[in-house]
């Protein structure tokens, strides 16, 4: 059975850095592509970043190029999203995801954001406030 736990979300200050993780099991991440949605407060989904089985390649948002780092631990199976820079417009719900069993990247870039994914975590809430 395939799960995604994150953890790490929490409140931090324009400026400050924080990094979530997400426990997988079930399956190896390494085969796979996985990657973060986020979900701002009244808005729609958004693909964040995402790393690809195949010499690791990552995509990342425009909004967050230059500032979050996303990673993979096999020993550990887990996926790290690294967020440094943050501004209060990162504050959302962030999720998890696997495009299973793709090894690419490009299910994460789909119209409508998330139709491709098959499995999400339950989301780390992270608000950026003064």
């Known amino acids: 059975q395939v799960q995604l736990v994150e953890s790490g979300g929490g409140l931090v200050q324009p400026g400050d850095s924080l990094r979530l993780s997400c426990a997988a099991s079930?399956?190896?991440?390494?085969?796979?592509?996985i990657g973060w949605f986020r979900q701002p407060p009244g808005k729609e989904r958004e693909p964040v970043a995402c790393?690809?089985?195949?010499?690791?390649?990552?995509y990342y948002a425009d909004s967050v190029k230059d500032r979050f780092t996303i990673t993979r631990d096999s020993a550990k199976n887990t996926t790290y999203l690294q967020m440094n820079k943050m501004r209060p417009d990162d504050t959302a719900v962030y999720f998890c995801?696997?495009?299973?069993?793709?090894?690419?990247?490009?299910?994460?870039?789909?119209?409508?954001?998330?139709?491709?994914?098959?499995?999400w975590g339950k989301g780390a809430l992270v608000t950026v406030s003064l």
């Open positions: 995801a696997v495009d299973y069993p793709t090894p690419y990247c490009s299910g994460f870039l789909r119209k409508p954001p998330g139709s491709a994914i098959d499995y």
């Open positions: 079930g399956f190896n991440l390494d085969y796979y592509a």
């Open positions: 790393i690809a089985s195949s010499h690791s390649r990552t």
